[in-house]
């Protein structure tokens, strides 16, 4: 039974008039409130950090010097780094448990992964420890998530008794220390850059605003609780290894929302589960929760459960440990963002909430102890049934392959992060009108034991019935990388169709040939834009072919699609050898495969010093940030330019672009955002600018702006304002208050996979193989299809155009065969609109290109001189 002292529990809030008092943190073991006696040993965080909990926002440094401190000077606590941040901050896993269990961790952790090996055949053991991990900090903001990391280590560590003690020797608790150290360093400087002699409770006093782009996301501004499936940040990497290292049967994230919210416990809305996760597990969630709904009716807080936050989309810290056997756990508070603050609810306290966290915390691992034989056996059952559910689908493996090995090379890393066995294919297959060879493709078998994170990857799930979803409803992995896959079911399965297990992929190219004429180097390649860029970089003149050309070469006579670069080996400011070395390096690092021209002359298409082939020039890129701007869409963009491309990225924020020389820019990107406030100044400046030849590219609420201000004629048309049937008047009947939730769904995309087709024949279109691409849709523009016939070079397909997720059938009927890209030349520049985000998440590898070819191909198209 649970035993809480008294003082500070019955009331979370300061009275009326305590904001203007002095402000002094609690003590560590009132903010605890356990009835036990402390280990004088184990040092308190003042003693390591100079400030008590709750006295500032910890920074990730000193939280790990704690960390080690304790580990120094207690036996039941290690600590060993699982990873780094994109800035080379550590990310700690800490390990308390027993001295004992300390002394046999790794016969533990085998021992527990046995029970995940339906061969094993493993049997739960009287003393077998439960495995609970928590998870501090995925969002830097939420600062209560990671600075009860002391406390609940320092009460793990230093807390005496026959209670602890009996924990402890049948538990083993993880924490993650910290998961986005990155975030939480820019949030914690921020806050601690306003601490004061007397803390300000204002709401709008500037400590509880903070500025752009905030503290939530890491080092490119990317929402770490999203990456669970895609991994594509560094820190997600860390945390999905470290936790199928161990495959927690608890795992926990802890987090805030707004300062006027009470306190959220998993699970989220019952009838939102993805399918792939298991309903024994939401039992078993809702059993242990009982001891958390114990405690804070103790403490007298509200909370709520069951409401709001769906656990649908897999790539959640609160879903996808749950693929894995788990039981996953969210925590939301109240957040103070600062030291105290006015709300609804009286006047917040940090140390409060930090507390707070700290106890919801102690009492989710003691109720995961007392249901340590329930959490054992559901991970056995779990895994057997995972094999029971891979046999009876109908579908026995997934095909795949791509011609562009950068993006193969990236899918596969990401599986390999997801611990999926990936075969060989050994024999050709024939799939969904794609023959896939041997050497080239590669299968996926269901029938392994993480057979629910094959699927929450690889299947394709149409919901048609209204949903309403927290985030998006559709990310099918292969889709979104623009492989060709397949499922392969019953007779197309065999077992001589899967070969040898994939052991590594070589994502070189094959070395150049020297050329005395021209390198021709493929388009097609994912990191092409490097390589160019990197060859522009060193002063060469590269020159880009519009057409299909076929073309002698060392290796003989080839075929080559448009877009394919050329660089002359005559008139360059390097010598043969050097350019030579550049081209061995885009093979070997950027996977692009360059090919030696033995003649400028062509059998088919342009010749190389044709008339309509264009230079290439270098662009000098501008990103729009700042408080107008959505900060997950640039970041996602400079990510793209700069960690994936190597490409320089000057930012700007929008309040001052009027006033800066965007004469030194080439192209400036627009992403989502608000820029209404902004709009007569920014009108004129980017006007001007695109009429001296500048590339405007602009995505979602900045293709918005752009249409609305006239920067682009493009005609805006929104799916969710259509009539229900042409020609006939929306209907206006009044609804019942109670189907407002289903009447937004119907009305708006949270997020889908939609299919697309483009037009390879445009340079918006170079690298691309064929027609089809899917793209990522959330909300419900799209472009009107104008006199101009060529300013679509993308548009939604008018046939089967929901791929993957929830669409109603009436924002399908309206989006289908509009445009999903406009472009028009202004002046001596262009103008290229994205209704979507081309790379949300970093996962949509496919039409990231067009974004790229956006950059390097923006002002190589042209206007008809004529239109209907």
Do not use: C
């Not at 009287?126 to 830097?140: A, C, F, K, L, S």
């Not at 997600?236 to 936790?243: C, F, N, R, S, W």
Request: hydrophobic share 40%; net charge negative; proline share 5%.
């Amino acid at each position: 039974m649970l035993r809480f002292l008294a003082a500070g529990l019955a009331t979370m809030a300061l009275t009326a008039g305590a904001s203007a008092e002095r402000y002094e943190p609690k003590p560590i073991e009132t903010l605890l409130a356990r009835d036990v006696r402390y280990d004088a040993a184990i040092p308190k965080p003042e003693a390591v950090t100079g400030f008590a909990v709750g006295e500032i926002i910890s920074t990730p440094e000193m939280l790990h010097a704690y960390a080690r401190a304790v580990d120094a000077a207690s036996d039941r606590v290690s600590v060993e780094v699982i990873g780094h941040s994109h800035f080379g901050r550590p990310i700690l896993r800490v390990t308390t448990t027993s001295p004992e269990n300390q002394a046999r961790l790794e016969e533990i952790r085998q021992a527990h992964l046995a029970l995940s090996d339906p061969q094993a055949n493993a049997t739960v053991a009287e003393d077998m420890p439960v495995v609970v991990q928590i998870t501090h900090g995925v969002h830097g903001s939420e600062s209560s998530g990671y600075d009860s990391s002391a406390p609940l280590l320092y009460y793990l560590a230093a807390a005496q008794g026959a209670e602890i003690e009996a924990l402890l020797d049948t538990t083993v608790i993880h924490q993650i220390i910290l998961i986005n150290p990155d975030g939480a360093n820019r949030f914690a400087e921020y806050i601690n850059m306003h601490h004061a002699e007397r803390a300000v409770a204002d709401p709008q006093h500037r400590e509880h605003t903070s500025s752009w782009p905030w503290g939530r996301m890491n080092h490119y501004w990317f929402d770490l609780n999203r990456q669970w499936l895609p991994v594509t940040q560094p820190e997600a990497v860390a945390l999905v290894e470290a936790t199928h290292h161990w495959q927690p049967n608890v795992a926990a994230d802890l987090h805030e929302m707004g300062p006027d919210s009470t306190f959220f416990f998993s699970p989220g809305p019952l009838d939102g589960l993805h399918p792939l996760l298991s309903q024994e597990a939401l039992q078993l969630n809702l059993r242990m929760s009982e001891v958390l709904q114990r405690q804070l009716d103790q403490e007298g807080a509200l909370y709520v459960s069951e409401e709001v936050f769906d656990d649908f989309y897999l790539g959640y810290g609160s879903s996808y440990p749950g693929l894995l056997g788990g039981i996953p756990y969210l925590f939301e508070q109240s957040s103070v963002r600062g030291l105290i603050q006015e709300t609804e609810h009286g006047t917040l306290r940090y140390d409060d909430k930090v507390g707070q966290q700290a106890r919801t915390a102690i009492a989710l691992i003691e109720s995961s102890h007392a249901h340590r034989r329930e959490l054992l056996e559901h991970q056995r059952a779990f895994y057997r049934e995972s094999q029971r559910l891979a046999a009876q689908n109908p579908v026995n493996a997934y095909v795949f392959t791509s011609h562009d090995r950068g993006r193969l090379a990236e899918f596969l890393d990401m599986l390999a992060v997801h611990r999926i066995e990936v075969r060989e294919l050994a024999q050709p297959v024939n799939a969904g009108g794609v023959r896939y060879a041997p050497g080239e493709a590669f299968v996926v078998p269901l029938a392994q034991p993480n057979y629910r994170v094959v699927e929450g990857l690889f299947e394709t799930r149409i919901i048609e019935e209204k949903s309403a979803f927290y985030d998006v409803s559709g990310w099918t992995q292969p889709l979104a990388y623009d492989l060709d896959y397949a499922p392969l079911r019953g007779g197309l399965f065999g077992g001589n169709v899967a070969g040898e297990p994939l052991e590594g992929f070589e994502r070189a190219a094959p070395a150049p040939d020297e050329s005395g004429v021209a390198y021709l180097l493929d388009w097609n390649a994912f990191h092409a834009p490097r390589a160019a860029y990197r060859l522009l970089e060193n002063g060469l003149r590269v020159r880009v072919i519009p057409d299909r050309i076929e073309i002698e070469t060392t290796q003989g006579s080839i075929e080559l699609a448009p877009g394919t670069l050329i660089v002359p080996v005559a008139g360059q400011t390097l010598s043969a050898q050097e350019i030579h070395a550049l081209m061995e390096r885009a093979a070997a690092e950027d996977g692009v495969r360059v090919h030696a021209a033995a003649t400028s002359y062509t059998a088919t298409g342009s010749d190389l010093g044709g008339f309509n082939v264009a230079e290439v020039e270098r662009p000098d890129i501008l990103l729009v940030t700042g408080e107008a701007v959505s900060a997950y869409d640039a970041g996602e963009m400079w990510h793209l330019l700069d960690h994936e491309m190597h490409m320089h990225v000057s930012m700007i924020d929008a309040g001052d672009l009027a006033r800066a020389d965007l004469s030194r820019y080439s192209h400036i990107l627009l992403p989502d955002g608000r820029y209404d406030a902004l709009a007569e100044p920014l009108k004129t400046a980017l006007g001007d600018w695109v009429s001296e030849g500048g590339v405007l590219i602009a995505t979602r609420g900045g293709a918005v702006f752009a249409a609305e201000q006239g920067l682009s004629s493009a005609e805006l048309v929104d799916a969710a304002e259509a009539p229900e049937t042409e020609g006939e008047e929306p209907v206006r009947d009044p609804l019942d208050y109670s189907e407002i939730e289903l009447w937004e769904v119907e009305h708006d995309i949270s997020g889908a996979l939609l299919a697309a087709e483009i037009d390879i024949s445009h340079p918006l279109g170079f690298g691309y193989r064929d027609e089809a691409l899917p793209v990522h849709k959330i909300g419900t523009r799209a472009f009107a299809l104008s006199d101009n016939r060529f300013a679509a070079p993308l548009r939604y397909a008018e046939r089967d155009l929901l791929l993957s997720g929830y669409a109603s059938e009436r924002n399908r009927e309206g989006l289908a065969g509009q445009g999903a890209v406009h472009v028009q030349r202004k002046g001596r520049g262009s103008v290229i609109l994205f209704a979507d985000n081309p790379y949300f998440r970093a996962y949509m590898l496919g039409s990231s290109k067009m974004l790229m070819n956006a950059i390097f191909f923006g002002n190589d198209f042209r206007d008809p001189s004529r239109r209907e």
